[in-house]
């Protein structure tokens, strides 16, 4: 299996902040790397695929980048509605396998 | 729109059968890959499996002997059956479809439904 995982585990940010959230695959999966977010009690829902192309909806705000094994969500200005938690996903290989998250709150 | 809503028990007894399903409105059953994924209490998401129209399967190996994911094509549901369930088997369990032109990501989520195992 290939293992995912993200740095930090959480992080405190400020409204207007960037934020960087790393994602790092065990073994080389070129841009097969999804990224979600996911609020308390909710569903996650889909915001970058492919490593850096945004999902419909998505504000622009959100970006993506990098391929192999070390990925980057960032976010260029957070908002009030950012404060969430973040999963990357790997679909180079079944079993298809998701970082342990980073929680994003206020600082 | 495309909306999914997962059914099912949400108390189950330890070593009896987990069974959910989950309606598919707004889009057709038969195209794109149909999928399962849980959460346990305060944890991460674990990938369960998938399905494809065809009627073709992929499971995550370490339920792999314990799952079965089908489809109902007539009612446009799809279904997740995880046999000898244990405590560790609860959790928040999602459907979700699986976009193979967005690089498999599942685009599209059910609410997701608590099932606890306990006696």
């Known amino acids: 299996d290939i293992q995912m995982t993200q740095s930090p585990s959480s992080l405190s940010a400020s409204v207007g902040d960037r934020v960087t959230i790393t994602c790092r695959a065990s073994?080389?999966?070129?841009?097969?790397l999804n990224w979600y977010q996911q609020k308390p009690g909710k569903a996650p829902k889909l915001l970058i695929y492919s490593a850096s192309s945004l999902q419909s909806g998505v504000p622009s705000r959100f970006s993506g980048s990098g391929s192999g094994t070390d990925f980057t969500l960032t976010i260029s200005s957070l908002q009030p509605e950012d404060f969430a938690a973040y999963y990357c996903q790997q679909t180079y290989s079944t079993p298809r396998t998701f970082g342990p998250g980073t929680k994003v709150d206020i600082k | 729109q495309v909306q999914l809503q997962e059914s099912g028990p949400g108390l189950v007894k330890p070593s009896e059968t987990l069974s959910l399903t989950c309606t598919v409105s707004g889009d057709s059953i038969s195209s794109n890959y149909w999928s399962w994924i849980r959460q346990p209490p305060g944890k991460g998401l674990e990938w369960i499996g998938y399905?494809?129209?065809?009627?073709?399967?992929n499971y995550n190996p370490s339920l792999k002997s314990r799952v079965t994911i089908s489809l109902a094509t007539s009612k446009n549901q799809f279904s997740l059956r995880l046999s000898s369930v244990t405590a560790a088997d609860t959790a928040v369990y999602y459907c979700?479809?699986?976009?193979?032109?967005?690089?498999?990501?599942?685009?599209?989520w059910g609410q997701g439904t608590m099932v606890t195992v306990s006696s």
């Open positions: 073994q080389r999966i070129s841009s097969f």
């Open positions: 399905v494809y129209y065809s009627g073709f399967t």
């Open positions: 979700a479809r699986l976009n193979s032109v967005a690089n498999d990501a599942f685009d599209i």
